[in-house]
């Protein structure tokens, strides 16, 4: 799923190119597109979008009165449309504008999970985005610390809990633990003043880095095509250390660290239970 870096530059890249488009018309491709019975989205046509914004994960197209609340979920993406189909492939939701462009939400697949809330008040306010946590990108170390010792969690966990801390994923979540040199499976809430020091330090280093990154291209590409330290890169030398990067695999994603790094030389056990091996 795509993450603040890549949101974030994404967003800019859309205001750069859609940026005063006038609307012409928001129609829902699927069933499952619109979250939201009021209000109704053609209260935005023949406004201006004034520009496009992140919150967390979300993307959000500012027109005034209202704001579309846009989310990708794994593979969707919110891109010009050159072709207007009328069935598209993938089609979630389409934005048309009076000079005739368009921007299409997609999502392959059938589960459809990528989707849009249209809201006439602010929007951290109401639904998706009143339970998020604060963004990732704004927090000072106090308020870092806060967070930490009141979820006793683990670590890995923790960033990728968007109530806690917003826009931080499983890439990031990987490299973050790397950078900071801290085991993914660390109890949160027991890091010494000195750790979370240097988890705050590692955070801001690593989205920073991750939007330089993300603002040379020209489209969102997926997670293992994105630079990294240690996601993905398990099996090979850990870029700091020569040590072979390890993971621990899940159903659906896998925690990658270096041993040397991040655990003092142990090895995770390769199952849920993330156990030290013996």
């Given at each position: ?23 012409k ?48 979920m ?39 999970r ?37 979820n ?28 900071a ?38 489209e ?59």
């Amino acid at each position: 799923m795509p993450e603040l870096p890549e949101l974030q530059a994404h967003a800019e890249r859309l205001t750069e190119d859609f940026g005063g488009a006038t609307l012409k018309g928001f129609r829902p491709l699927s069933f499952t597109a619109l979250k939201t019975a009021v209000p109704d989205p053609a209260g935005a046509v023949g406004s201006q979008l004034a520009s496009v914004g992140r919150r967390g994960k979300y993307l959000l197209l500012r027109f005034d009165p209202l704001t579309f609340v846009v989310h990708l979920m794994q593979g969707g993406r919110l891109k010009p449309d050159e072709k207007h189909a009328a069935k598209p492939r993938g089609g979630v939701a389409r934005w048309t504008f009076e000079d005739g462009r368009a921007l299409m939400l997609s999502e392959p697949g059938s589960e459809r999970r990528a989707g849009v809330w249209v809201t006439d008040t602010d929007p951290d306010a109401v639904e998706p985005l009143a339970h998020l946590g604060p963004d990732a990108d704004s927090l000072d170390v106090d308020t870092l610390a806060g967070l930490l010792s009141n979820n006793s969690m683990r670590l890995h966990g923790l960033l990728r809990d968007q109530t806690i801390l917003a826009g931080v994923g499983r890439r990031l979540a990987n490299e973050v633990c790397h950078r900071a040199k801290l085991s993914p499976f660390a109890n949160a809430s027991k890091l010494t003043g000195d750790q979370v020091a240097g988890l705050h330090d590692a955070l801001a280093a690593c989205i920073a880095e991750s939007l330089a990154d993300e603002r040379t291209r020209s489209e969102m590409v997926r997670s293992k095509d994105r630079t990294s330290a240690v996601h993905h890169r398990a099996g090979e030398p850990c870029p700091v250390c020569g040590d072979t990067i390890r993971s621990v695999t899940y159903r659906s994603y896998e925690v990658d660290y270096c041993p040397t790094c991040q655990t003092g030389g142990k090895v995770l056990a390769d199952n849920t239970t993330s156990k030290f091996l013996k």
